[in-house]
């Protein structure tokens, strides 16, 4: 008997890196290459630290209200926490605790099956169909609750809402969780099926659309007793996760609403745009309706151009794993960041024919 | 079987009241009645959103390193969190996996017992001596792990370095978390110990001593071995917990050790001459080493003291439990403020002695 001998046993995971050098071009965590919303700055001037003696408003009352607002939704159907990953681990927390099987896809965000484990909490992954998109079929097996990312990651490929709304209306009784962690770049949201369907979780996040991943904002949309049901657990936790900071930045984000559609459309046309250049350059390129492209190349081995890229400070993500290893996923970020971006890989291509492996 | 058959069941905890109104004198939540040290204002008007598009740094590692500095350990002996209740919650995940019943005093922080029934730890609570004191000798039985504040809350009463060194000692083949809330305003720290003892985690919080309550800030100190283990939970819950305005404010209080010292000096400096006061008003108090007393009158029923002072915009904490509901827990407050409460307090003691309840 040791001290050490009730420490929970969890494979660590590992975040993604964030080199701190200047000078380099980072494409490697989906960030949005455009500051936050101007109210953001505002805000965050005025406070000044005047406020933070005192605790946050545990209710988040000022943001929550804003996004009910945004969202035309009751202000008790919205859940906020710190970032999606705040969300989502509470989600798995609080709704997943049967005895059946979670489901979610094999390629989807690394997180999910990281949460499983560290609440012991027992899950099976749904293999893709060849093209790497997500059959809504495969998920009308026994469960004990269902998660889709929606846009899937790193793949980049969305489920339109009438097979977003198979997998839920197939799933009376269990909860399915939709993590629209990427919607606003070109997806459907599933909240329009909240109404229909009280076992929907919606799932977004501040940190790729609102570009406020430094302030770690997510939040949750569904009926009111699930919302009840998280916020219950979420008190018996931590009442004050969101910090003053982290609230006005929020709902002074949410209140931009032009800004937040003029940026992501930015994005979105740079993304059209990027997906012809890979194209002539002989990469494939998956229908991506997010900040990323989930790009593999004719015959250069993707790690060989991740390793490349790198060594001219250009980030981007490579995943050493089973079906995607000869992929990257590569953040969107401005016009003259993917300039310079394939500027880089012609140079590394045109390298490659002269050695060889073209 | 329904979809809300797997939801977890939890008795909600309720966070303390946070008054929006103006004009109230707030001694209900131990906030600090002094703002933050200079350079946080300052630090979160030059952020001023630039930073917030990219994730924040998941070590955390500016304010790390100023906390392993200012504490003289090694930086791989930190954890930060959001606020010492996410410290806290982790360190119930990571360390208390075993069958055997964590123990906690009968009378302490109210979130123990909560975090050990979300996640479904075993616990006994132990009683205090009958002046309120932990007796340390109580903690000799066998268990899963021992949690002890100290000072206590909100009796406010501190264990000596020795006392909690028997308790650790004592313990081997436990973990023994200490939290040190409060132990700027009076109490003598554990850290000292570490060296000596691997089964010890100490946690503080900048929410008192450190007026950031609003930024959400906590952190532990123990041997590398149970700090890892620590972060393997927390990169499995949430890679980037710190925001990066709580990151830059925390670095900044940190970095200001005279402001730090001089307005804990001013608390504990009001908290005495307070103590004197309530005396001469016939209450008894305990001998808080904390930011609040806890208090009991002679004659007058805490919890009609309680509602007078409320009626008069005053918010004082009264807890409606066995053997501490005649007491009142008061934060102390500037001393503008305690001379409003005591002001207060005469008038409905005179009330009351004139309505025949003296």
């Known amino acids: 008997m040791s001290y050490l001998d009730n420490l929970r046993a969890v494979t660590p995971y590992v975040p993604g890196e964030q080199p701190k050098a200047e000078n380099i071009i980072k494409l490697n965590t ?56 705040d969300v989502l681990g509470m989600c798995f927390l609080t709704y997943f605790n049967g005895n059946k099987p979670i489901l979610f896809p094999e390629i989807t965000y690394s997180f999910y099956p990281v949460w499983a484990e560290l609440f012991r909490i027992p899950y099976e992954t749904v293999a893709l169909r060849e093209d790497f998109r997500i059959a809504p079929e495969d998920y009308r097996r026994e469960n004990g609750g269902i998660v889709i990312a929606n846009p899937n990651a790193p793949t980049g490929i969305a489920l339109s809402l009438s097979e977003i709304e ?35 979780v919606v799932v977004q996040t501040f940190s790729k659309s609102r570009s406020l991943a430094g302030m770690r904002i997510g939040f949750a949309i569904a009926s009111e007793e699930l919302i009840s049901a998280l916020q219950s657990v979420k008190y018996s936790y931590n009442s004050y996760t969101m910090n003053h900071a ?9 209140e ?6 003029k940026t992501c459309k930015q994005i979105v046309r740079t ?4 997906k012809g250049e890979f194209a002539k350059l002989h990469f494939t390129c998956t229908d991506s309706r997010t900040n990323f ?50 500027a880089a890989l012609k140079e590394i291509l045109a390298a490659c024919r002269t050695g060889g492996i073209l």
């Open 293 to 342: 492209l989930f790009v593999s190349h004719a015959s250069v081995p993707a790690k060989k151009i991740f390793e490349e890229l790198r060594a001219r400070n250009i980030f981007v993500r490579y995943f050493p794993l089973p079906k995607i290893d000869n992929f990257l996923r590569i953040t969107v970020g401005t016009d003259e960041e993917m300039e310079k971006l394939f």
């Open 166 to 200: 198979e997998i839920v209306a197939g799933n009376p009784d269990s909860i399915v969780i939709i993590d629209e962690a990427y919607v606003d770049f070109g997806g459907e949201s599933s909240l329009s099926l909240l109404d229909k369907y009280p076992n929907l």
């Open 271 to 274: 993304r059209e745009w990027a």
């Open 30 to 85: 989906n960030e949005n290459p455009y500051p936050p919303a101007p109210g953001v700055a505002k805000i965050l001037g005025e406070i000044g630290g005047k406020e933070d003696r005192k605790y946050p408003d545990p209710t988040a009352g000022r943001l929550t209200e804003a996004l009910a607002g945004r969202y035309g939704v009751k202000r008790s159907q919205v859940f906020v926490g710190v970032g999606s990953d």
């Open 246 to 254: 982290a609230i006005l930045a929020g709902t002074a984000s949410v």
């Open 256 to 261: 931009d609403e032009e800004y937040f559609v």
